[in-house]
């Protein structure tokens, strides 16, 4: 019987990867969450987005220049990530977010704009995603990611991780958490005769395995631009307090 | 370790595992589609139809990836931009040091 199940799950495991399919890993498309579930996530959303245009106009009233080019720089990073559309093990191809790096540098807040900024973009001349699932996706990549990223590296450093290994797990578990939301998500909305949890392994079994390879590229991408950070931007970094003095003579 | 050989390490690792699944995985579409979205929700939910689509859409595959490009090169020129700056002011304070 335990053999049984073992072989099952192999087979299953096996199946996941080496039969090519076709996923959709990326963001919820337009009109494909139910009004009563666009609407609950964009509500979610909402009070997020306010506060992050609160946080982000804060920074571009007060901070020096240097702070508001490295914010322009993390906007631009994910600008870059999520047009980049990789192949994974999967023979299916999903996108990273970069949301990581900048809720590194600036924490979670100014992030939610910012992803917002991108998702727009995609929704309204790319038709990826949409506008009536904006909240979700919002709620998912800039809100879930930003926060993940964040707590993830303020932990990691607590604990003794150094800097860049740090900034790799933030980056490619705020990703993997990304595309777990989404999963959740749909799972919510779809739930299917079965029910919710049926369902949500039904979505992740397809997102989780896709996800795992692009993580792993979202936290080297982002261990790459924050090294490069790190050396040519040393005041504003101090600036931002992600470093302190101590620290930085350790990795210097 | 040197910046540039930390980095060179991380480029090497990103395309192994970039090119892997295109080595491994030959006869995969690698499609990524949102269309794709419909299969799976409609399996789940027969009668679900989505009730809103997109304001505008692409004209075809090209205006897509033109838009695409676009995306990636307005985020790419701009970080091109800071890192050329910041070394270059790197450079110059370092050197103004130098000569007090």
């Not at chain 1, 990073?77 to 047009?83: E, H, K, N, P």
């Not at chain 1, 977010?97 to 992803?115: D, E, H, K, N, S």
């Not at chain 1, 919002?138 to 926060?147: D, E, N, P, T, Y």
């Not at chain 1, 795992?212 to 005041?235: C, D, H, M, R």
Request: net charge positive.
């Amino acid at each position: 019987m335990k053999k049984n199940q073992i072989a099952l799950t192999t087979s299953l495991i096996f199946t996941l990867i080496l039969i090519p399919r076709t996923v959709y890993a990326m963001h919820i498309a337009e009109g494909f969450l139910p009004m009563k579930w666009a609407g609950f996530w964009t509500v979610l959303a909402v009070p997020f987005l306010i506060i992050s245009v609160k946080k982000v106009n804060n920074i571009l009233k007060d901070e020096a220049p240097g702070i508001k080019m490295l914010l322009a720089l993390a906007g631009a990073f994910i600008f870059v990530l999520s047009s980049l559309k990789l192949p994974s093990l999967t023979g299916s191809c999903s996108h990273a977010t970069g949301i990581g790096l900048g809720a590194i540098l600036f924490g979670p807040w100014p992030m939610v704009l910012l992803g917002t900024i991108v998702l727009i973009f995609q929704a309204l001349l790319l038709a990826h995603g949409g506008i009536t699932t904006l909240g979700a996706n919002l709620f998912a990549m800039a809100i879930v990611g930003s926060f993940v990223a964040y707590g993830l590296f303020k932990l990691a450093r607590k604990v003794g991780v150094p800097v860049w290994a740090s900034v790799f797990v933030a980056a490619s578990v705020s990703n993997f958490f990304t595309y777990i939301i989404t999963a959740g998500q749909l799972a919510a909305a779809f739930p299917g005769n079965s029910g919710f949890m049926a369902s949500l392994i039904k979505f992740l079994s397809v997102f989780a395995f896709t996800q795992i390879p692009l993580a792993i590229v979202e936290g080297l991408l982002t261990v790459l631009v924050f090294n490069i950070i790190q050396e040519y931007s040393k005041n504003e970094l101090d600036e931002l307090s992600i470093i302190s003095r101590r620290q930085r003579h350790e990795f210097s | 370790m040197s910046l540039a050989k930390k980095n060179l390490i991380i480029i090497l690792l990103i395309l192994i595992v970039v090119i892997t699944p295109l080595i491994i995985k030959r006869n995969a579409e690698f499609l990524g589609a949102d269309g794709m979205a419909e299969n799976m929700i409609t399996e789940i939910n027969p009668q679900y139809t989505a009730w809103f689509s997109n304001i505008w859409e692409p004209p075809s595959g090209e205006i897509e990836s033109l838009l695409f490009a676009l995306q990636a090169a307005i985020g790419a020129g701009f970080l091109g931009y800071y890192i050329g700056l910041q070394k270059g002011k790197n450079k110059g304070n370092n050197d103004r040091q130098d000569k007090k």
